[in-house]
T-cell receptor
Framework: DAKTTQPNSMESNEEEPVHLPCNHSTISGTDYIHWYRQLPSQGPEYVIHGLTSNVNNRMASLAIAEDRKSSTLILHRATLRDAAVYYC???????????????FGKGTLLTVNP | EPEVTQTPSHQVTQMGQEVILRCVPISNHLYFYWYRQILGQKVEFLVSFYNNEISEKSEIFDDQFSVERPDGSNFTLKIRSTKLEDSAMYFCASAPPLRTGGEKLFFGSGTQLSVL
């Protein structure tokens, strides 16, 4: 899986927007950009994914650079419950088939201040 | 939303003993995974399972580990002879049939294994 680079930690205030960056300069044409998060003492949880276009869902928005070498996860109004480790993961499904694993890096630890 | 369930939530065992960690994936899912996370470290891939066989395993998944889907609903991870370094949180995950490449993995809440 291609490598991603994320800041080790970020801090935000409650009810303010948060922009979590991710660099993936070696991304290939068949890599999807996935974001997961891990709340304290829980398993990872899907947040959002995209390929080329920006994406929105009820949890967050994903902004993908035109050259796809970076992306930003946007939490529009951070809450205390959003405090977690956020992982940006590239997922190559170009070869298809039965292996569909995710490879986790260290992620970004997001702290939300009340 | 459907959930992946894991039992037990905590397992304490003596070094050298066998343990079986159990998972019930989401019912229409076809891809199954085990991951582990040692305290303070990254979530590490152990094994993926599809069509009743292992599709990929990491170097962590040595001969002491095995997986099984014995009855079409449960998915188990067995460690034959536990070592101290096997102490970790073990996560099971499942994914629906592959369509576009964007399908998400659903993770359970984990089993904390402590080897004494």
């Amino acid at each position: 899986d291609a490598k991603t680079t994320q800041p080790n930690s970020m801090e935000s205030n409650e009810e303010e927007p948060v922009h979590l960056p991710c660099n993936h300069s070696t991304i290939s044409g068949t890599d999807y950009i996935h974001w997961y998060r891990q709340l304290p003492s829980q398993g990872p949880e899907y947040v959002i994914h995209g390929l080329t276009s920006n994406v929105n869902n009820r949890m967050a928005s994903l902004a993908i650079a035109e050259d796809r070498k970076s992306s930003t996860l946007i939490l529009h109004r951070a809450t205390l419950r959003d405090a977690a480790v956020y992982y940006c993961i590239l997922r190559d499904v170009g070869s298809g088939g039965s292996n569909y694993k995710l490879t986790f890096g260290k992620g970004t630890l997001l702290t939300v201040n009340p | 939303e459907p959930e992946v369930t894991q039992t037990p939530s905590h397992q304490v065992t003596q070094m050298g003993q066998e343990v079986i960690l159990r998972c019930v994936p989401i019912s229409n899912h076809l891809y199954f995974y085990w991951y582990r996370q040692i305290l303070g470290q990254k979530v590490e891939f152990l094994v993926s399972f599809y069509n009743n066989e292992i599709s990929e395993k990491s170097e962590i998944f040595d001969d002491q580990f095995s997986v099984e889907r014995p009855d079409g609903s449960n998915f188990t991870l067995k460690i034959r002879s536990t070592k101290l370094e096997d102490s970790a949180m073990y996560f099971c995950a499942s994914a629906p049939p592959l369509r576009t490449g964007g399908e998400k993995l659903f993770f359970g809440s984990g089993t904390q294994l402590s080897v004494l």
